[in-house]
């Protein structure tokens, strides 16, 4: 039984089955699921990463939730104090596990199985506004598929005291986490969201969420993902954003877990709109990292800088694949993109594919992309200076990346994402104790 | 405290230093001059152990042990610090990071704890004034965007804060403006003592009337080819390199 096939026994079971359109909605997307299936190396866009190991193992959605004590210590260590937050265990939300003490009745942070119940009209404009089914197979499972998520409708003008966490936890073996995340910022909203995403040790699991997010008229939306699954996970994650006229949108993205992981950072910029994107991925192991950023400047006079950096080591892989596009009437663009990567051993690979596809005339669009290798006069400095080779190539290897880091601007999911940093840096026995 | 015999050392196919000896006892302050390319900075590297070269005869004693033995961390924990002529900047690391994890590395070396955060800072910015160089330095990527003088001086700061038994400074006065030539001069002389010895490689003479020498060597082609006291800095200022005979070893 294939996935598709699969669906239909489940289908009775996912969030709004009582709802005709979203009926209609997922059958269309398991259709298009089925002629498709996932993505394949013969797509130019997945050339670098083939999933087939997803089609041939089978991941199933848990009925139940994992080992709770598991879980409960994972969520202990990654919930972040200071925001909103909906935890999902396997997929799963769990009431108990998250806080939303203190909400307004003006902000909407719910599952998005209950928004269902509650507000299946909104849930209906949302769905499917920034992703579509049809840009690849991921996307069309997981409409089809997706058993809960966030929904999260910021009004007009507002500006929540708290920044919110989506927090995901697996705990399960072949278990299967499907997500559809939906956020919504009116006109001159401001928000901050962080979508943090850790497993169990060894759980080889499949996780595929996908995050749409409009922008209204000077919307502002900070968005933070910090990807550090288990060794085992194939993960999945998709962040599509719809900027309209001078909305703001500035997505942080760090990944270190996994074991075939791919992230899709795609922006659709409105007139004078601005998006900055950051990463930092970090391959170790014999992972396989692979980061997917298109910016569409549609609207003139936009903005949009992006900067990533990445790091293989031992054998992990990184993939960074950056395209802007520039449309016709979009006069005025001012792109700016660069990749920087280091190449810590012999057998570590990074692929990096800048694209620029300009239809305007009047724009400036730059790109740049670095592959190298740790300085040996650096090394030798740190060394003549007492330090050991294996922390000072430590030393240079987390600066490289920490410049990342210090640009995401809530305190404790900076200090995840260093941590997480830190834990992944090759040479594991010196690690951190010159910090 | 220092006993360099023969030291042969070659970079890819290219004999750079030809036979170099040199005695240095505890507390003696050595000048090395001589022309541009004649293997001063060669002769530093290799003590510090910079890997590229490659030592093809000759020994050298620090302290009674094998040098050339020692990884460069090692020599380092011995107490050998070198101050670059051209310091790397390296941005993300800071400065006040460098110097705790150098001393603390040190410190663990002769055993002793690691260093009370609450006697490192107070005992960092009393150097770094003295050394009249902005705390906010501290703060910032090792050498990032320094200024040529700015980052000379930076090596004097860390080597007051490490200690050392055994300095040696490549060029440390060049691009420093007589101001900062004072400054770093009166650092050095505050640092000499009867058990810490340096090598100070320099072109100008102006150094060595700050801190005087015991010894004036000029290295030329790779090997030592006169010895003198203070008076042949004065020498050579004044005549050149031409009129010793490079084929004499003295
Ligand atoms: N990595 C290298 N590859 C090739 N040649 C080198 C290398 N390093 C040094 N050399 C050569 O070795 C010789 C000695 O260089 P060194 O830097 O030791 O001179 P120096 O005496 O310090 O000169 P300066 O007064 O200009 O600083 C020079 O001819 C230089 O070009
Ligand atoms: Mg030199």
Redesign the interface.
């Known amino acids: 039984m294939d996935y598709a096939e699969h669906y239909q026994t489940v289908s009775t079971d996912l969030p709004g089955h009582s709802l005709s359109w979203l009926q209609a909605l997922r059958t269309r997307a398991n259709i298009d699921f089925s002629t498709s299936g996932f993505p394949s190396p013969r797509e130019e866009e997945w050339r670098y990463t083939n999933i087939t190991p997803i089609e041939k193992k089978r991941f199933t959605p848990k009925v139940s939730a994992g080992d709770p004590s598991a879980a409960a210590e994972l969520i202990q260590h990654h919930r972040l104090d200071d925001t909103w937050s909906l935890v999902f265990v396997d997929g799963v939300y769990s009431a108990g596990h998250s806080r939303l003490t203190g909400l307004p009745e003006s902000i909407q942070i719910l599952p998005i199985s209950e928004a269902l119940e509650r507000y299946p009209e909104k849930v209906h404009t949302m769905l499917q506004q920034a992703a579509d089914c049809e840009t690849h197979g991921f996307i069309a499972f997981n409409t089809a598929y997706f058993r809960d998520g966030a929904f999260i409708v910021i009004p007009d003008k507002q500006v929540p005291e708290r920044p919110i966490q989506l927090l995901h936890v697996s705990t399960q073996a072949e278990g299967l986490s499907v997500l559809r995340h939906l956020i919504s910022l009116g006109i001159h909203a401001q928000a901050t969201v962080i979508e943090t995403y850790v497993g169990e040790k060894e759980t080889a699991c499949l996780t595929a969420a996908v995050t749409e997010i409009d922008l209204a008229a000077n919307a502002h939306l900070d968005h933070y993902k910090l990807q550090n699954e288990s060794d085992r996970t194939f993960h999945f994650g998709g962040i599509y954003s719809d900027q309209k006229a001078s909305a703001r949108f500035r997505q942080n993205h760090a990944a270190f877990g996994g074991l075939m992981a791919r992230t899709e950072i795609h922006s659709h910029l409105g007139q004078a709109a601005e998006c900055d994107l950051d990463g930092l991925f970090l391959a170790s192991g014999r992972r396989h990292l692979d980061t997917h950023t298109i910016l569409r400047h549609h609207g003139a006079h936009a903005v949009s800088r992006e900067s990533y950096r990445g790091i293989a080591s031992e054998r992990g892989r990184g993939v960074f694949s950056g395209r802007i596009v520039v449309d016709p009437q979009a006069q005025k663009t001012d792109a700016e993109m660069n990749n920087r990567n280091l190449l810590l051993s012999d057998d570590a690979e990074i692929d990096s594919k800048p694209q620029l596809e300009i239809h305007a005339d009047d724009v400036k669009c730059a790109h740049g992309v670095t592959v190298g290798q740790l ?4 090394i ?10 294996a ?2 190539r430590n ?2 290897t ?3 990346a ?2 990342m880091v210090e640009k995401i601007r809530h305190d404790g999911h900076r200090q995840q994402v260093r941590d997480a940093l830190l834990a992944n840096l090759p040479q594991t026995d010196v690690r951190g104790d ?2 | 405290m220092l006993s360099i015999k023969n030291l042969q050392a070659r970079v890819e196919d290219k004999a750079i230093l030809k036979g170099i000896s040199l005695e240095v006892k505890p507390g003696e302050v050595h000048a090395i001059m001589g022309p541009n390319g004649s293997g001063k900075s060669t002769l530093s590297h290799v003590l ?5 070269y490659e030592v093809t005869g000759g020994s050298v004693t620090y302290q009674g042990k094998d040098l050339l033995d020692m ?3 090692e ?3 011995e107490g050998v ?2 101050a ?1 002529q051209y ?2 900047e ?4 800071s400065n006040i ?2 110097l ?3 001393l ?3 410190r663990k ?1 002769r055993g002793d704890s690691e260093v009370d955060a609450m006697d490192f800072l107070p005992m960092v910015k009393a150097r770094i004034k003295s050394l009249n160089l902005d705390e906010q330095f501290l703060y910032r ?2 050498n990032e965007g320094f200024s040529g003088g700015e980052k000379k001086r930076n090596e004097i700061l ?1 080597m007051a804060i ?1 200690e050392p038994s055994l300095c040696i400074l490549d060029e440390t006065d060049s691009g420093l403006d007589i101001d900062a030539l004072k400054i770093v001069a009166d650092g050095v002389n505050a640092l000499r003592s009867p058990d810490r010895s340096f090598i100070m490689v320099t072109h100008y003479q102006r150094l060595l009337d700050y801190i005087k020498p015991d010894v004036v060597h000029v290295l030329a082609q790779g090997r030592i080819v006169k010895s003198g006291g203070p008076e042949l800095a004065h020498e050579l200022e004044e005549k050149g390199y031409g009129w010793i005979d490079q084929g004499a070893t003295a």
């Open positions: 300085s040996a006069e650096s030798f400095y740190l060394q003549s200076r007492g330090i050991d080779e922390s000072a030393m240079l987390f600066a490289f920490n410049e010159w910090l | 510090a152990g910079r890997s590229g990884k460069p961390e020599r380092a924990r610090f070198l670059f310091p790397v390296i941005p993300g690391v990071y460098l705790k994890a150098a603390n590395a040190i070396h990527g090792v860390q490490l």
